[in-house]
């Protein structure tokens, strides 16, 4: 495979999202992925995502379907250490070079 070959790879396993943690049961997972990916697409234009309604549409969604207190986070660089209800932590990663938190405490 050659040069340009691993980059067609590369490129569109990053266009997928990669969890990296999560205590989330599978069905649920899924679910979160899906309404991240949503959002994310739903504001992403010509300069690219806009991270802060994206992160709003989230965790408004994520509240009214699993209740209050939800808290999402979207963006190229961070660190976190929070402290979440038991399955409610997902740590996704988007695109390449986006990183999502969501979680419920």
Excluded at 21 to 26: A, F, L, P, V
Excluded at 81 to 89: C, G, H, M, N, S
Aim: some cysteine; charged content about 20%; proline content about 3%.
């Amino acid at each position: 495979m050659g040069k340009e070959g691993l980059n067609k790879d590369l490129q569109q396993v990053m266009q997928r999202p990669l969890v990296k943690h999560s205590t989330m049961n599978t069905d649920m997972q899924a679910e979160v992925v899906d309404i991240i990916i949503g959002a994310i697409d739903k504001f992403t234009g010509s300069k690219g995502p806009n991270v802060e309604p994206a992160a709003k549409l989230v965790k408004d969604t994520l509240d009214r379907q699993y209740g209050a207190s939800w808290h999402c986070v979207i963006g190229e660089g961070f660190s976190f250490d929070v402290t979440a209800q038991e399955e409610a932590l997902l740590l996704v990663f988007y695109q390449g070079n986006l990183s999502i938190l969501a979680f419920k405490c």
